[in-house]
């Protein structure tokens, strides 16, 4: 989850990269280049070859918009994992708190994501970057709740 929100971040800021046949594999080798920690052009390749809308994609805005809606939808997904989970009558407190955080988490993240997606249509990239910035911190919050157990 968190490669997908920051490739997100990175293919908003590719915006002035100019655009060529290869649209996913030039734009995932300049991202991987950028930010070879964190994105692995592997991935990033598979990523959007594996989604019609990538595929169909004609500029770095293209992609962009999708992989806002990618990460909007691994948010919500996870978001229902969560659910699931809390269905578990037989959770610690420390775990039902921190996944009850998560879930917080998480909902927050899909809706930082999703005035990211109206900000990044409306051109108003600056508060599409934060909304997505912030959704970022999400999973390694959650991820956090459950370390500080150990």
Known sequence: MKNSHISSLVFFYLLLVSVSSNLIQESCNKAAKLDPQTIKLDFCVSNFEGNPKAKSATTV?????????????????????????????????????????????????????????????????????????????????????FKKKK
């Open 61 to 145: 805005s293209d992609l962009v918009e999708v992989s806002i809606e990618a990460a909007i939808t691994n948010a919500t997904s996870i978001g229902s994992i969560i659910f699931k989970l809390l269905e578990n009558k037989s959770l610690e407190s420390f775990e039902r708190d921190g996944l009850k955080n998560c879930s917080w988490l998480y909902s927050l993240a899909g809706t930082c994501l999703q005035g990211a997606g109206e900000a990044f249509k409306a051109k108003n990239y600056a508060t599409a970057g934060v909304d997505i910035v912030a959704s970022i911190e999400a999973p390694m919050n959650c991820e956090d709740q």
